[in-house]
């Protein structure tokens, strides 16, 4: 069977999109590449979490395997929330790139002072680290926040490290250290989501990478219980079962934190719970400042 494999039209998610479609004809397993535009790749002149958060990018996507335009779709897994349409699958996770942050500057790093992002984690996360930058919103994809780097909009722009490996770009700058700048859940890895369907699950399953999977569903079981999605500064990361999670206030200025080794996702949920409950105050302001609904 030929399956039509749906993705946005960046750069980037055109590149993932292409490299599961060669994955699939090693395995002789015909696909074509259907392209569809979605909300976030529109609105690019609002911050994420006014227009509904990084799901914006996965809705389309999940409409479009429901009505049967489409088989699969492939995504930036932590752009997938953690509510999900009944009828779909995710069929395969792809074995994991870098999940660090990217720090690009082009003059030096002691004369940063205006860094450029759009996500709440990477803000705090600056802040907490230096109080005296300012951070400023940046959306676009990947060609966009580059060029306004160099045009001097910004001194500094950070960017999920993958996605540069991936688009065979090299930038001036820094990979950020994971246990300073705990990337978001899932960040650096790539999933295949489909109709839940055995003739369709079945082929992709091949491409799914067991451990990735495995740190993933760590990091998701983790997110599900703290909640607040990508509007809550939250950094969660666990590699080979070593699993760091936080919350942070959207300054920086007050974080909690657990560090702890885990087996199943059954206690990644143990640990969403507890942090959850150390950072509750946290969560609330952030959705409060936000002006979004407890």
Same mark, same amino acid.
């Given at each position: ?17 292409? #490299? ?109 680290? #230096? ?108 590699? #080979?079962? #070593? ?52």
């Amino acid at each position: 069977m030929s399956l039509r494999i749906g993705t946005r039209g960046s750069a980037l998610a055109l590149v993932q999109t292409e #490299n599961v479609v060669g994955m699939l004809a090693d395995r002789g397993i015909e696909a074509e590449i259907i392209t569809i535009t979605t909300a976030g790749d529109t609105a690019t002149h609002v911050p994420l979490h006014a227009i509904g958060g990084q799901g914006v990018f996965v809705r389309a996507l999940d409409d479009a395997i429901l009505r049967g335009e489409i088989d699969a779709a492939v995504h930036s897994m932590k752009d997938i929330p953690a509510a999900r349409p009944a009828g779909l699958a995710c069929s395969a996770v792809l074995e994991r790139d870098s999940p660090a942050d990217f720090l690009a500057h082009e003059c030096p790093l002691d004369a940063v002072r205006v860094i450029g992002s759009s996500s709440t984690r990477r803000r705090a996360q600056v802040l907490r680290a #230096n109080p005296t930058l300012e951070v400023k919103q940046l959306r676009g994809n990947v060609d966009t926040r580059i060029r306004k780097l160099r045009e001097g909009q910004y001194d500094a722009i950070m960017l999920a490290e993958a996605g540069l490996e991936r688009l065979g770009l090299q930038l001036p700058g820094e990979a950020l250290p994971t246990d300073r700048f705990v990337p978001s859940p899932n960040q650096g890895t790539v999933a295949v989501v489909c109709r839940d369907d055995p003739e369709i699950t079945g082929p992709l399953a091949a491409l799914d990478h067991a451990p990735t999977r495995l740190d993933v569903a760590i990091e998701r079981a983790v997110m599900e219980e703290v909640g607040g999605g990508c509007f809550t500064p939250q950094g969660i990361y666990c590699r #080979n079962g #070593n699993l760091i999670a936080e919350v942070l206030a959207l300054d920086g200025s007050r974080w909690e934190r657990i560090e702890r080794h885990v087996a199943t996702p059954e206690e990644a949920r143990e640990c969403g719970r507890a942090l959850r409950e150390k950072a509750g105050d946290l969560i609330r302001e952030a959705r409060a400042a936000l002006g979004l609904k407890s």
